[in-house]
């Protein structure tokens, strides 16, 4: 969507329009911590998918919340630069020369939220439970989890797993003593107890409220409450700032760039990291229908769009280039493959080019200029969440640029339970989402996360990250070398680097379309301690959990 100066100054007019945000959200703003200091201590942020229902199974693909604030992880890993892994649960780790063995030490005096002391075997048992359950392993956990004494815990694996290590050290831990009687797979957990900064307070469809732990082993933080919102969109979240009743949104508002100008309590802040794409239902073999099972058609469609326009029209110029190899630039350059020739996705569309891919595969332009191929018309859908408006107004504008190819392109629209229901069952064509990096600089996790076989699964049941059901051998087994490799190895991991490379780009089950730029508005007058180029100690994104956590435990109010 564009926004122009009229745009603008239509925002002083959001303000009365927002009225209703205000009135829902200032009920619980919670100005003051008591003393009289005036201090705000409640800080407001939105969930903009509309109601929510209630999940703090920290392993669902639907919790709306609890990650990092009452789930916390062994260690902290900052998506935004390159660091050391920060202490939480862990202390101290270390790998054996031959990284089949990683040994933790453990904080001790920690205990749960309900009193109970947290030791190792909640550790133990909570890799153990992953491992149980491949339905919620998203990480592929295969080691074994051996409690020493109660500060102490040792991993052991059969092959060297070095490249395991942060996705190990960055898992959420649970309670042994309340979830050895629960559902992981199925259990919502209405009631989480966990180790972190915040405790459940109350939990409503519109809005759940998260309270500071005074018994927190970090020292209780100085937000006293985190309240999550449920608004109806993008559009909402921009009202409520407007209207000064949100404190922190990670979407978009009209003239984003102008933000401190239209609105002085508030700064915007932009990262690029998550890779934007039309993810496909890809495989036939595994139970996908449809027109994009077939490769051409997801090539034709990679030519058609225009991204230099997709990127003015819908992301305000806030998204940035993106590479077919999925390493991210250009952090990750030094690992994209001299085999790839198309190094970054091309920013002006190749109509010609696209046609002519369809038409090698058999497609042929009917009457009304749409493809054909064996009386199946080359029409799409693409899912999108209600209220997303810059993915919506992405979509319109890639129907309209996919038209020009002869490719059909219709959105549905949908609450975000649903969408994400229909991504997890393979029920759907395509669906426009971001595929996230993991927790190092380092395209193995991302090619891990969502390429890998074994986080996929048939249609009609729940897929983990691959929902696109992807299946390759020669990846899955490129996949499984990295992992015995150190970091350190770059030249043995860039031959295997390649050779995924040069899988994905040719059947390409996610279609590129740009690296996002994670924008946040946030209250700068009512809080001080947000991350900046100077201090970039955790990704700045409402919905990047265990780093919104950090946050949280960072900032003060300001006075």
Not at 111 to 138: C, Q, R, Y
Not at 442 to 452: A, Q
């Amino acid at each position: 969507m564009s926004f122009t100066n009229r745009t603008r100054r239509r925002l002083a007019a959001a303000i009365g329009s927002a009225a209703a945000v205000g009135l829902a959200l200032s009920a619980c703003s919670g100005s003051s911590d008591g003393s009289g200091s005036g201090e705000a201590t409640t800080l407001i942020t939105t969930s903009q998918a509309g109601d929510m229902q209630v999940n703090f199974n920290p392993f669902s693909p639907s919790r709306i919340g609890g990650l990092g604030t009452i789930y916390e992880t062994l260690f902290f890993y900052n998506k935004a630069q390159v660091s050391d892994p920060e202490p939480l649960l862990g202390t101290e780790h270390s790998w054996n020369d031959d990284g089949t063995e990683l040994a933790i030490t453990l904080r001790e005096n920690v205990t749960w939220s309900d009193g109970e002391a947290f030791t190792a075997d909640d550790v133990a048992f909570t890799f153990e439970m992953l491992k149980e359950h491949p339905a919620i392993n998203s990480q592929g956990y295969d080691g074994n989890a051996e409690a020493v004494d109660d500060t102490h815990v040792v991993f052991t694996f059969e092959e060297p797993a070095f490249v395991k290590g942060p996705d190990l050290l960055n898992t959420a831990i649970v309670p042994e003593h309340l979830w050895k009687e629960i559902d992981p797979e199925e259990d919502v957990v209405e009631d989480p107890i966990g180790t972190g900064a915040y405790t459940l307070k109350e939990f409503k469809p519109q809005a759940f409220t998260i309270e500071a732990n005074p018994d927190y082993w970090g020292g209780e933080p100085e937000v006293k409450e985190v309240r999550t919102v449920a608004l109806s969109g993008n559009q909402a979240g921009a009202d409520a700032i407007a209207a000064g009743t949100a404190d922190w949104i990670t979407s978009p508002i009209p003239d984003i760039q102008n933000t401190n100008e239209n609105f002085p309590d508030y700064e915007h802040y932009t990262q690029w990291q998550n890779q934007m794409v039309l993810a496909t239902c890809s495989s036939a073999d595994m139970g996908c229908e449809g027109p994009q099972t077939d490769p051409a058609v997801r090539h034709a469609l990679y030519y058609a769009i225009d991204r230099a326009q997709l990127n003015s029209l819908a992301f305000q110029e806030t998204a940035s280039e993106i590479s077919p190899s999925f390493a991210l630039t250009p952090s990750q350059d030094e690992f994209v493959s001299d085999a790839v020739t198309e190094k970054i996705a091309p920013m002006d569309p190749d109509v010609t080019r696209a046609e002519q891919i369809l038409e090698d595969a058999g497609w042929a332009k009917g009457d009304d200029g749409v493809y054909a191929k064996d009386g199946e018309k080359l029409s799409l859908t693409v899912e999108v969440v209600s209220g997303w408006t810059d993915y919506i107004t992405a979509v319109d504008t890639i129907s309209s640029q996919a038209a020009e190819a002869g490719i059909e392109i219709e959105a549905a629209q949908s609450s975000w339970n649903e969408w994400t229901e229909k991504k997890g069952s393979g029920d759907f064509e395509l669906a426009i989402d971001s595929l996230w990096q993991g927790p190092a600089p380092d395209p193995y996790y991302l090619y891990t996360y969502f390429f890998d076989s074994g986080t996929g699964a048939e249609v009609g049941e729940s897929a983990g990250n691959n929902f696109s059901r992807y299946d390759n051998p020669v990846v899955d087994e490129a996949l499984d070398e990295i992992a015995k490799l150190s970091l350190e190895d770059d030249a043995a991991r860039q031959l295997h680097f390649d050779t995924i490379q040069s899988e994905i780009v040719g059947d390409m089950p996610y279609i590129p379309v740009l690296t996002g730029g994670t924008t946040s508005i946030w209250n700068t007058a009512k809080f001080t301690g947000w991350p900046s180029d100077e201090d970039l100690y955790a990704f700045p994104a409402v919905w990047s959990a265990f780093d919104a956590a950090e946050i949280y435990k960072r900032l003060e109010p300001a006075s």
